[in-house]
Structure formats: structure tokens, C-alpha cells
């Protein structure tokens, strides 16, 4: 989607927690940038750094 390709772009990937719906829930935006090699899917540990809005978070992978 475009709000995919804008935060990869940007140096985040767009992605979300185990407990939230896509489409319905905020987003989660890891830092990272293709190189990082993580695939649609995957499931990562994140610390989340950050509140981006009322909805958003932004966070780093602590573990794979």
C-alpha cells in the first residue's frame, strides 16, 4: 500500500501488535530500511520507544 511504501521510504517499517486488527487498530512503525531483511509475516520483538498519536507507535526490534 502506499502507507507502506511511504514509511519504508522514510526508514520505518509499518506493522502492527499481535493483539491489534489491520485496517481497524493504530499502526506500529519499527525503524529499520529493507536491508534489515524482515518479511511480511514475520513476528519480531519490539521496545516501543514512543507514542506517534493518540493511536500510533513507533518502536525498535530488540529480538527476532
Not at 10 to 21: H, I, M, P
Not at 22 to 37: F, K
Not at 41 to 46: C, I, M, S
Request: glycine share 10%; hydrophobic share 40%.
Amino acid at each position: 500500500s502506499s502507507d507502506l511504501s511511504a514509511a519504508v521510504l522514510a526508514g520505518a517499517w509499518l506493522a502492527r501488535t499481535a493483539a491489534d486488527a489491520p485496517e481497524i487498530d493504530g499502526r506500529l512503525y519499527i525503524t529499520g530500511t529493507p536491508e534489515d531483511g524482515y518479511r511480511i509475516g514475520q513476528y519480531v520483538q519490539v521496545h516501543i520507544t514512543a507514542a506517534v498519536d493518540d493511536y500510533d507507535l513507533s518502536g525498535e526490534v530488540t529480538l527476532r
